[in-house]
């Protein structure tokens, strides 16, 4: 498994009375705390601070990695590829951006594979793919996803992490909504589970969708998860928001998800939930 790297500026560093340049991709700085980081240590802990706990962001290949039982995923409709009904201006060239980056066809990798030995049919998002933006084809695979739990009788597990609906595709993104929607409703009538979990940042048209239908929601700690974000809802309000607003932590307290969950015990966590549902 080769970890994407990001490319990073170089940091000088003073050594006695002589600048010494660090040479660049070797450290990050942490967002939460901003202690700069060995990158093969961060690596090393699934890339979560060590310090303060901090969930970096991962690719869906990374989280596939460290999710799904080796040797045991099978990826489905991977030849999908978003298509500009609308004739956006330049959306071609971020798509191809967007698959350069993020090593994928589109924003979400989907199919079947066993979680400590429980099978599942499985969709991850990638939030390096035009941030995660859903559009006419990220719909339409996770509904297939979906549709294929229901025929092989499988629980259903989303990834989500997302900015929300993919401006470029307009109402046919914003059709995707109620499409994956209407799929998890029929795959709960047929009696089959669904666990979402939320990854920082779930936001925008996926938060207010599939995101937050799970029989069982689960999040990262400190994940940003809601519809509009902080600023735009206070300068709307014209109130201050209270202390953690929209973070993982503040919705727990309030009820929208059941447990903050790790990333070092998210696989295990998962394998519990898909042996307690089989039994």
């Known amino acids: ?46 890339k979560v601070c060590p310090k303060c706990g901090y969930h970096n962001q991962l690719s869906s290949l990374e989280r596939l990695y460290l999710t ?12 999908l590829i978003p298509e500009n009904p609308l004739g956006f201006p330049e959306y071609e060239e971020k798509v191809k951006k967007g698959q350069e980056k993020a090593k994928m066809p589109e924003a979400v990798v989907t199919g079947l594979g066993k979680i400590c030995g429980q099978p599942a049919s499985i969709a991850i998002m990638d939030f390096q793919f035009m941030g995660g933006s859903l559009g006419s084809v990220v719909g339409e695979k996770i509904t297939r996803a979906v549709e294929r739990a229901m025929e092989k009788k499988l629980p259903m597990i989303i990834f989500s ?11 046919f993104s914003l059709m ?9 409703a029929r795959l709960g009538e047929a ?17 207010a969708s599939f995101s937050m239908l799970g029989d069982v929601n ?16 206070e300068q709307t309000i014209r109130q201050k928001l209270p202390k953690g607003f929209q973070r993982s932590e503040f919705l727990l307290d309030k009820g929208f998800v059941d447990a903050i969950v790790p990333r070092s015990a998210m696989k295990e966590t998962l394998g519990k939930y898909l042996k307690f549902f089989r039994s």
């Open 1 to 46: 498994m080769v970890w994407y790297k990001k490319p990073k500026k170089g940091i000088t560093k003073t050594l006695g009375r002589k600048q010494v340049q660090v040479p660049q991709g070797l450290y990050t700085k942490c967002r939460g705390c901003s202690a700069i980081l060995f990158n093969k240590d961060l690596d090393k802990n699934l």
């Open 68 to 79: 799904v039982d080796s040797g045991t995923f099978q990826e489905f409709d991977d030849n």
């Open 161 to 171: 992490t997302s900015g929300g609906a993919r401006m470029q595709e307009g109402i």
């Open 176 to 184: 995707q909504m109620a499409k994956t929607s209407a799929a998890l």
């Open 191 to 207: 009696g089959l589970p669904y666990v979402s979990v939320l990854i920082d940042p779930t936001t925008g048209g996926v938060a």
């Open 218 to 233: 689960l999040a990262e700690p400190g994940a940003m998860i809601g519809f509009a974000g902080p600023r735009v809802i």
